[in-house]
């Protein structure tokens, strides 16, 4: 027990120079990436008002997911939430995921539907991979739409550089 209370404090101060610079905002427009890139948007953190322009690009059939990046007029950016992706805010695969589960439900209940139909000349079980793959081709990857009120971190960067404040290495 005296040992955890020793390394209490030290714990704290770790998990306090870990989120350093990083400041919590709210987005007060609406941010999407079927706007076109270009348009205006503004957050409101604590220290101030800050506004700036999207880079966006729409979902582009089954596999091309949009994806949406903030730049700023000050000097601050996004804190990434990987390591290497620049700030850039992309759905996960949840919607490809769901459209593919329910292109399949539909290529069996066209199958169910042309049963009646289906005679010598053509044969219902064709109708699967049909609608299967037009369902498929037809369907997006899924965009990014975030509200007025979704939570922003941000941290300061240098006006001259690109990369934030954090990952920047002084040499030695």
Known sequence: MITILKILPFISALLAISTAGAETCKLQTYASSWMATGTPFSIKCPSGDYSGHLVSTPARRFFRRGHLMFVFDQPIALRPKKEGDEGKIQ???????????????????????????????????????????????????GDVLLKPGYPLEIVPREPRSLKPLQEQHTGN
């Open 91 to 141: 759905p996960g695969r949840t919607r490809q995921i769901t459209n593919m589960l329910v292109g399949g439900g539909v290529s069996v209940g066209s199958k169910d539907l042309v049963d009646g139909i289906s005679g010598t000349v053509f044969k219902s079980a064709y109708m699967i991979p049909i609608t299967g793959v037009a369902f498929a081709f037809f369907s997006t990857g």
